[in-house]
């Protein structure tokens, strides 16, 4: 039994490919994939973020994403407020996220579009707490960062996605109750710091995820050239998170039943409202 921590089921990609997302989702479940999370990353995604978790079975997120704030306005974090209040009772409703800072996307990180980050990512963590829920944290050259506002505004733990940071950062979101996310980044032999810093640490701060369709695993990957020259990029779906299990297992030299049921007992941990939601998994 897996959860698939972190997946964009409603991206464009799915509907561009030739199955229809259930089937996609179908086909994961059959692989033992029995829940996935589907962060929001924008207000005008709540609504078919909601409805699509409803259909496939699975669980939410709400929140604003960083690479999403150029485009927002001061009143998403109203509407985002709004919509946690209304649908606080919903059980798939299971954080907010996707949130954070994102420190690599030039467009990004100029002094004032630094300042607007921060201030939709505090505003979104007063807005956890508030609520009652953990966070989905974007992590992309922002570790430290991150970490400084989580002392200032303490949340209910939750999970720092694809992280890729240092092993006392890592230590650091621990210590704040969080898990770590890991995905098909570290399926690359190239992965050195990464691979390290996923078998190091211990098994109870590991979550897995697809970030699907991003983030493809190796098998799946295609270099930029042979794409210029026409060839596609496979698609990553939740069905692919078994065998990155597989990988994390090998790589830590445990059985992968171990690492599928250490995992899911995480995943629940961070995001405590996914247990009755495992229990009534189809």
């Not at 059959?30 to 409803?54: E, K, S, T």
């Not at 799946?220 to 990553?236: D, S």
Request: net charge neutral; aromatic share 6%; proline share 7%.
């Amino acid at each position: 039994m897996w959860i698939d921590s972190h997946c964009h089921l409603d991206a464009p990609e799915f509907g561009e490919a030739s199955a229809p997302v259930t089937d996609l989702r179908a086909r994961a479940r059959a692989q033992g994939v029995r829940l996935c999370v589907l962060p929001a990353v924008a207000v005008a995604h709540f609504d078919g973020i909601r409805q699509l978790a409803h259909q496939t079975g699975d669980a939410y997120a709400l929140g604003i994403h960083p690479l999403y704030v150029p485009q927002a306005d001061d009143g998403d974090l109203a509407r985002l407020d709004d919509a946690l209040t209304r649908w606080h009772g919903d059980p798939r409703l299971v954080a907010v996220g996707e949130i954070g800072l994102d420190f690599f996307v030039p467009a990004l990180c100029t002094p004032g579009m630094r300042e607007r980050q921060t201030l939709f990512y505090r505003e979104q963590l007063r807005l956890a707490r508030r609520h009652g829920l953990p966070v989905i944290l974007h992590v992309r050259r922002s570790a430290d960062a991150l970490l400084k506002h989580l002392r200032q505004i303490d949340v209910a733990g939750g999970i720092a996605h694809a992280f890729n940071g240092s092993e006392v950062q890592a230590q650091a979101f621990v210590a704040r109750g969080f898990k770590l996310g890991f995905g098909g980044a570290l399926t690359f032999d190239t992965a050195r710091q990464l691979r390290r810093l996923a078998t190091g640490l211990p098994l109870d701060a590991l979550v897995l995820e697809t970030d699907a369709p991003d983030m493809p695993p190796q098998w799946l990957y295609t270099p930029a050239a042979r794409r210029a020259a026409g060839e596609p990029q496979g698609l990553n779906t939740p069905a692919e998170l078994p065998r990155i299990g597989g990988v994390l297992a090998q790589l830590r030299g445990i059985d992968t039943q171990v690492l599928a049921e250490a995992t899911t007992a995480n995943a629940v941990q961070a995001l405590p409202r996914l247990a009755p939601l495992l229990d009534g998994a189809h």
